[in-house]
């Protein structure tokens, strides 16, 4: 798969994980995210050129196991979400679940139509298109379990805070501030230690659940 087409999987990924977000949180009552013309896959609105261009096509062209990235975040008011005890929990997992479904999806795509060509079945899907979905699947299976990661400004922290005791989740709550407040900094910070010491678990586990889904 060529370097431009993994970028462009990869950025289409991103923005689908934020419209999750903005869906989540519309359909609870926050139009936030609808009134800011967030709904929708036009990448226009989404794109953060730190996070949807530079640093993902760093990573491609400099050959990184590591492929990642993010859209400019999806903003919420959690005060207008009609369940105010979970609405939080829902709009932060509501990215990564879309993410691994989009793996799933393609990554089934994968495994019938491989065990098809090689059976010598018929099958609709060509070998490149196989390629493609596998391509399509590992991605969002990355980009999705990544962001269960319980550190902010991750959603995962997101996820975990919201659902925790009141008492516990005002601790987090601080804790997240002052990680929010180091900006994109934060982000890369993590991303750096991520890469040289958390990394090779991580993407061995992506990738032994990328095998269970696609049987290859």
Not at 24 to 34: F, I, K, Q, V
Not at 66 to 77: C, D, E, R, S, T
Request: charged share 10%; hydrophobic share 55%; glycine share 8%.
């Amino acid at each position: 798969m060529t370097t431009a087409i993994t970028l462009i999987i990869l950025i289409l990924s991103v923005i689908m994980h934020e419209v999750a977000h903005g869906y989540a949180a519309n359909s609870l009552g926050d139009p936030t995210a609808r009134l800011a013309g967030r709904l929708t896959l036009n990448p226009i609105p989404h794109i953060d050129l730190m996070g949807s261009i530079i640093i993902p096509g760093l990573l491609v062209l400099t050959g990184s196991p590591m492929l990642f990235g993010w859209a400019k975040p999806v903003q919420y008011n959690p005060y207008n979400l009609r369940n105010h005890r979970w609405g939080e929990f829902f709009v932060a997992v509501a990215g990564a679940c879309t993410n691994i479904s989009l793996a799933i999806i393609f990554g089934l795509i994968v495994r019938f139509g491989s065990t098809a060509l090689a059976t010598g079945g018929s099958t609709i899907f060509s070998p490149t298109a196989i390629s493609l979905a596998a391509t399509i699947a590992f991605i969002n299976l990355f980009l999705g379990i990544f962001n269960l990661i319980p550190f902010p400004p991750l959603d995962g922290f997101t996820a975990l805070r919201s659902a925790l005791p009141w008492r516990f989740s005002i601790s987090f709550a601080k804790f997240e501030h002052s990680i929010r407040s180091m900006g994109v900094i934060s982000l890369i910070l993590f991303l750096f230690i991520f890469s040289f010491i958390l990394s090779g678990p991580f993407f061995a586990f992506v990738s032994w659940i990328f095998r269970f889904i696609t049987g290859v």
